[in-house]
């Protein structure tokens, strides 16, 4: 789990290279791909090791400034909400149980072959996750991105009045949220069936995936 970690943090920090600021025309984070691989694989604990290092070593790469740490949180938020699902949705994301465990998930069911049915409830579960991880990062990296400004803007101004009339008069912590909103959709529908699908081949490879650790 720690060489995974390490792999899915490289390979963070070079989605993020690519996609963000490169000029190819998407401006994407995709900087948590492997945080969600790694938490589906190995559970919580795993899935914030990944987003912490990657934040850390990514933004140590690129430094612009201290305040631009306090984003590790958006990944350690997207590792928690993850595994979460992982918990509620367990029998939808059978490729992470036990060999055995998932032959009674099939077994049980009334009909000889559930194959369809299986992956509309997978894809369902990811679309939710996928929705979900938007508003969420949307509002922390918002909520961040607004503490930032209040404590670079010098004192004598006031931060919203800067942006308020361009931004349509939105206060600027709700425009830091509201504006991260269309990016995030696309990112993180990216993100989550990339990461899932990454999960999903590692099981493939090994040919046994343990089911998440539950703290």
């Excluded at 140590?60 to 909400?81: D, K, R």
């Excluded at 990811?126 to 670079?152: N, T, V, Y």
């Excluded at 004598?156 to 509201?178: R, T």
């Amino acid at each position: 789990m720690f060489l995974l970690c390490i792999f899915g943090t490289a390979l963070n920090i070079f989605f993020n290279k690519v996609f963000a600021g490169s000029g190819i025309g998407l401006p994407l984070y995709m900087d948590t791909v492997l945080t969600i691989t790694v938490t589906f694989i190995g559970g919580l604990f795993w899935g914030c090791i990944t987003g912490i290092l990657t934040n850390i070593i990514g933004h140590t790469i690129s430094f612009w400034g201290w305040e631009g740490y306090l984003f590790t949180l958006c990944n350690i938020l997207t590792a928690f909400i993850t595994w979460e699902f992982t918990r509620i949705f367990l029998s939808e994301l059978t490729f992470i149980n036990d060999k055995n465990e998932t032959e009674n998930l099939r077994s049980a069911s009334f009909f000889k072959s559930r194959r369809l049915d299986n992956i509309m409830s997978i894809i369902f579960v990811l679309m939710l996750l996928s929705f979900i991880l938007c508003f969420a990062i949307s509002i922390m990296g918002g909520l961040i991105a607004f503490f930032i400004e209040i404590i670079k803007t010098p004192q004598s101004v006031n931060p919203a009045s800067q942006h308020s009339d361009f931004y349509g008069g939105l206060p600027l912590v709700l425009m830091e949220i509201v504006s991260r909103i269309p990016i995030n959709i696309i990112d993180r529908v990216i993100s989550v069936f990339a990461g899932f699908g990454i999960a999903y081949v590692i099981g493939k490879v090994v040919n046994k995936i343990k089911a998440p650790v539950i703290f």
